[in-house]
């Protein structure tokens, strides 16, 4: 606030220096108009107009005027009439408008007041009052612009600087990325000797002797470091590359389609009948596949039943109640949710809060990152918001829900 005071200061003086402010008088009797252009004359550029329709006119032509002084009794046109045509135009709706009239009751003042007014000046009119009023709003006017000036420069300074943090950020994260990338790279092929290694100390190794048994323990522990070596290189592979202008229908489908076949080689049906307005989304398409496919596949997993059902529902601006817009966007028509449902045991309470927690798993085997990637890909990869609920309803523990939001074209 300190260093905006004497910039705004600044600016002030130098608007002064530059600018001589217009007035339009609007009155039907010209001996009116004399008298106020003799009182303001020595320090603004004057207008007059003599009915509502040549009012009208100089308001919306240039030079713009600053500041209306609006006579309320006129033949054809009313001043108030005038005051609601100047207050719907976007053009000339933020001219102060200052009512002189001989109409002089509270309710005529609250009148004019609730059309737009900033001020009201009773007839017959005193020159240094008028003034006064006039220099008064001209400087509320002339604040308010400024800040509104100041304002626009701080936002600009504030997103400027947002974006740098998104870009130091990103370069951050990239560079994580490559690391992990290499890092996994340098220790697969130590590990893939090491199995190879103890596989064949198995097949040489006397049965049942103690040297069999240690070379098992070691490659069945040299096949789990392979299975997390991929899976840090598919997490690392899960970046954005570019994004694609594609269809809520053609992204599911093959997300299902993907859910379905995994269903399958476990023994398991999954149904689904997706009820989801269609729109195009502006996204990474391999990726968003991916997630979504990893949400149904993370059903079938923990799935006690043979049949899997999953309900799927998703459109323009859904579920913003639950789901808050990223980074305080206030545009929920530019995000499309979809939720997804599933019949199955259920997340216990004391579990939930780490489901997205990185090789956080509960099944006796697997390294625990599935839901992991979705999170990365909804959030941190296309900026949206991920809600995981479960149980689905009270006084039951079965059913999970899977809440996110993804932008839309």
Not at 130 to 147: M, P, T
Not at 220 to 241: N, P, Q
Not at 258 to 274: D, F, V, W
Request: hydrophobic share 45%; proline share 5%; aromatic share 4%.
């Amino acid at each position: 606030m300190q260093e905006i005071i004497p910039a705004l200061c600044g600016a002030w003086y130098r608007w002064s220096m530059k600018h001589r402010e217009t007035i339009l008088i609007v009155d039907d009797q010209p001996e009116n108009i004399t008298i106020m252009v003799e009182a303001l004359k020595s320090s603004y550029s004057l207008l007059a107009a003599t009915d509502g329709e040549a009012a009208l006119e100089r308001a919306a032509s240039d030079p713009r005027p600053d500041l209306i002084l609006l006579d309320v009794m006129m033949p054809d046109m009313s001043g108030h009439e005038v005051c609601r045509r100047l207050k719907r135009d976007p053009a000339t709706s933020a001219i102060p408008v200052i009512f002189v009239t001989a109409l002089d009751k509270p309710d005529d003042e609250a009148l004019g007041l609730s059309l737009g007014a900033v001020d009201y000046i009773a007839k017959p009119i005193s020159s240094p009052v008028v003034a006064a009023r006039v220099r008064a709003h001209l400087q509320l006017k002339r604040a308010k612009e400024l800040l509104e000036d100041q304002n626009v420069a701080l936002e600009e300074r504030v997103r400027e600087r947002t974006a740098e943090v998104i870009r130091v950020q990103r370069e951050r994260v990239e560079s994580l990325n490559h690391f992990a990338d290499a890092l996994a790279h340098q220790i697969r092929n130590p590990v893939m000797s090491i199995g190879g290694m103890a596989g064949l100390l198995v097949r040489k190794a006397p049965e049942n002797s103690p040297l069999a048994e240690y070379a098992k323990a070691v490659r069945e522990d040299g096949l789990r470091l392979e299975s997390l070596v991929r899976v840090v290189s598919d997490y690392v592979a899960l970046s954005a590359g570019g994004l694609q202008v594609v269809s809520v229908k053609n992204v599911l489908e093959q997300a299902l389609d993907k859910a379905r076949e995994y269903a399958l080689s476990r023994g398991r049906t999954l149904e689904c009948e997706p009820e989801c307005e269609d729109a195009m989304l502006g996204v990474d398409a391999r990726i968003v596949v991916l997630a979504i496919a990893e949400m149904a596949v993370n059903a079938v997993e923990f799935a006690d039943t043979d049949t899997v059902r999953l309900v799927v529902q998703g459109g323009i601006g859904l579920f913003g109640d639950v789901l808050s817009l990223p980074d305080g966007d206030q545009g929920s028509d530019r995000w499309y949710g979809m939720q997804i449902m599933d019949d199955g045991p259920g997340i216990p309470r004391d579990v939930l809060p780490y489901v997205t927690d990185p090789f956080f798993t509960t099944k006796a085997r697997g390294v625990g990152i599935g839901l992991t990637k979705v999170k990365r890909v909804i959030c941190d990869e296309h900026g949206g918001t991920l809600l995981i609920r479960s149980p689905l309803k009270s006084g039951t523990k079965r059913g999970t829900s899977v809440t996110f939001n993804l932008p839309a074209v």
